[in-house]
């Protein structure tokens, strides 16, 4: 059996301290999908323990593109931890906060997702960023991408980015409240930077 990456951990880690710090009202404040309890942190590969997602809570696949993508086994995908890569970080994520974070669940961030579209913008780490999140949340959306934009010339204007083509790829939370995480390839910063645009709404804020 290949060995499980903890590669998006600290992506996750991450992403928690850039959401907003207040939830979006749903309606409903439970968890569609419900986990039992297992013997590896979710962050470390326990949503792939058989049995840990139950059968009758709305399970997305394990063995669809994404499903085995997110897996992230040795040479499958870019930024797949080694094995004593993975233990070094879960070394250090015992030390953070007393190891809370091992106990996270993709239900702890999937309030703050509600409601509202989550934009994840830069180069390859930014993309490594929107993996992270699509794979954590591996149960809550149909694991069908879409572009940023339903009208195609917002689309290709995203795609006239400097350096590289600007690529844009959402995915849409299933479930009461909706939301969506978004992702635009902007390998250039200084392209925002130095926007006109840009410059004229931070202006007038």
Known sequence: MGV??????????LLLLLLPSKRVASGQE???????????PMLFGGLY???RCTSFSGCQPRDDFWGKK???????AWGVCTKKQTKRSYDLVKLLGGGSILDLSPCDILPYLRGR???????SHSKTLYWALQ???IDFWNHEECQASAVPELNAQLLQQPGKPGLSNCVHLLGPGGGRVCMVEAVLGTNLVDNAEVRCSIEQR
């Open 117 to 123: 579209t989550t934009w994840l913008i830069g180069d």
């Open 4 to 13: 499980r990456s903890s590669a998006y951990t600290f992506a996750v880690t």
């Open 70 to 76: 997110c897996e992230f086994r040795p040479g499958s």
């Open 49 to 51: 323990e058989e049995g």
């Open 30 to 40: 439970y968890c569609p999908v419900q986990y039992w309890l297992g013997s590896k």
């Open 135 to 137: 794979c954590f949340l």
